[in-house]
């Protein structure tokens, strides 16, 4: 099955710098790749998303990149702001018939110091 | 668009006593829904997946006889924990995927979670 590592697992950036979260899939054919933020007591909320045959994926401070070959995609925030600290979840999956699974990473806590 | 309900946010229990979680899709018609649990400070754990009028499908290592779902219409999936135990106290999810035009039928979306504590 599918297998996603995302790294780092804590990240802290002064507001106003950049931030950049990599996650690593270990299936071939997964061909959607979202990311999710989720806050502290709430449920994971869709950010931006990116499908396989699409390189970079950009909305406002938000870019996604994907590299197929390598079998890696990113999450880059632009501009912190302190609203941006949550725990950031990429995934991955097979889209095809419709209820395909989602195979999550294990998350990264992005703190935004003021 | 694409909002998806859960309720209630947080129960507590005592053991030994079921608990029933609902979640609801708003403004879409969900024929497949994703029940997950979550430990804090960890990952999403895929419990099942619920299709709209048949049996729900579950991940191994779940049991069936715990955790019982019943998808009975397009828009609400039911998570009912039997017998609850405090091994059983966790952040539980649910998820349905969007549907409409290309670019919505492959997303996902989440409900607000339901915290349940088993005294």
């Known amino acids: 099955g599918e297998n996603v590592e995302q790294h780092p697992s804590t990240l802290s950036v002064q507001e106003g710098d950049s931030a950049v979260i990599k996650c690593t899939y270990s299936?071939?054919?997964?061909?959607?790749f979202p990311w999710y933020k989720q806050e502290l007591g709430k449920g994971p909320q869709l950010i931006i998303d990116i499908r396989s045959n699409v390189g970079e994926k950009k909305d406002q401070r938000i870019a996604v990149t994907l590299n197929k070959t390598a079998k890696h995609f990113s999450l880059h925030i632009t501009e912190t702001q302190p609203e941006d600290s949550a725990v950031y979840f990429c995934a991955a999956s097979i889209v095809a018939f419709g209820n395909e699974k989602l195979t999550f990473g294990t998350g990264t806590r992005l703190t935004i110091i003021p | 668009g694409a909002v998806v309900s859960q309720h209630p946010s947080w129960v507590i229990c005592k053991s030994g006593t079921s608990v029933k979680i609902e979640c609801r899709s708003l403004d879409f018609q969900a024929t497949t829904m994703f029940w997950y649990r979550q430990f804090p400070k960890q990952s999403l754990m895929l419990m099942a997946t619920?299709?709209?009028?048949?049996?729900?499908?579950?991940e191994q290592g779940v049991e069936k006889d715990k955790f019982l779902i019943n998808h009975a219409s397009l828009t609400l999936s039911t998570l009912t924990v039997t017998s609850a135990h405090p091994e059983d106290s966790s952040f539980y999810i649910c998820s349905a995927r969007g549907q409409g035009d290309d670019t919505t039928n492959e997303k996902l979306f989440f409900g607000s979670g339901t915290q349940l504590s088993v005294l």
């Open positions: 619920s299709n709209e009028g048949s049996k729900a499908t579950y």
């Open positions: 299936d071939s054919a997964s061909n959607y």
